[in-house]
């Protein structure tokens, strides 16, 4: 099985840029990484998902370095509302979903 | 449509009693999957479907637990003779084919075994 390993807990300031590093060997050589985000008593909401480079949508950028052993999220001005757990979603080589433990992101004011 | 639902949010039950749970995916989504959660885990991978047909169970699937989509829509998953250390948020997503990584997840069923 693969193994993602996720910081537990990061802090930030509203403004600041926050980046999330996912670390994962024995992934899928094609599959994507994607990321998720979760508040509270909700399911996890899908941010991005790339295969490697750099990926952008109009909340987020992931960055994968070409040997695909890790992914960063990274979330451009954090606000208080982007305080949430954040998770990377990978494929291993046995094509198993496997989500990583999660990064607790705390936005303080 | 709105989303992936759940049914119930919340079940209290006593250890030894059978739960059952509901989820009713996107509907053009033809791929349904289940995952349970702890507190501070990430979501484990349990089952899936595509269509009606139950496609992989994990390990931590055991014989007590059962999946079914028998019209290749709504999903069922039933605890038989639950135990403490079933306590969890059970989690229902679902997906295009091809696309298994971009998951739509309901908000959870919420499990107490006492």
């Known amino acids: 099985l693969a193994k993602t390993t996720q910081p537990i807990s990061m802090d930030s300031y509203e403004g600041q840029e926050v980046n999330i590093t996912c670390s994962h060997n024995?992934?899928?050589?094609?599959?994507?990484i994607t990321w998720y985000q979760q508040f509270p008593s909700q399911g996890p909401r899908f941010i991005i998902q790339?295969?490697?480079t750099k990926v952008t949508n109009e909340v987020a950028s992931l960055f994968i370095p070409a040997d695909r052993k890790s992914s960063t999220l990274s979330l451009p001005r954090v606000s208080l509302s982007d305080t949430a757990v954040y998770y990377c979603?990978?494929?291993?080589?046995?094509?198993?979903?496997?989500f990583g433990s999660g990064t607790r992101l705390l936005v303080r004011p | 449509d709105t989303g992936v639902s759940q049914d119930p949010r919340h079940k209290i039950t006593k250890r030894g009693q059978n739960v059952t749970f509901r989820c009713d995916p996107i509907?053009?989504?033809?791929?349904l999957y289940w995952y349970r959660q702890t507190l501070g885990q990430g979501p484990e991978f349990l089952t899936y479907?595509?269509?009606?047909?139950?496609?992989?169970k994990s390990r931590l699937l055991s014989d007590r637990f059962s999946a079914e989509r028998p019209k290749g829509s709504f999903s069922t998953l039933e605890i038989q003779r639950t135990e403490q250390g079933d306590s969890a948020m059970y989690l229902c997503?679902?997906?295009?084919?091809?696309?298994?990584?971009?998951?739509?997840f309901g908000p959870g069923t919420r499990l107490l075994v006492l």
């Open positions: 997503a679902s997906s295009l084919d091809g696309d298994s990584e971009t998951q739509y």
């Open positions: 024995n992934i899928a050589t094609n599959d994507y």
């Open positions: 790339g295969y490697k």
């Open positions: 979603l990978v494929v291993d080589s046995s094509y198993k979903l496997i």
């Open positions: 509907s053009e989504h033809n791929r």
């Open positions: 479907f595509q269509n009606e047909a139950q496609l992989e």
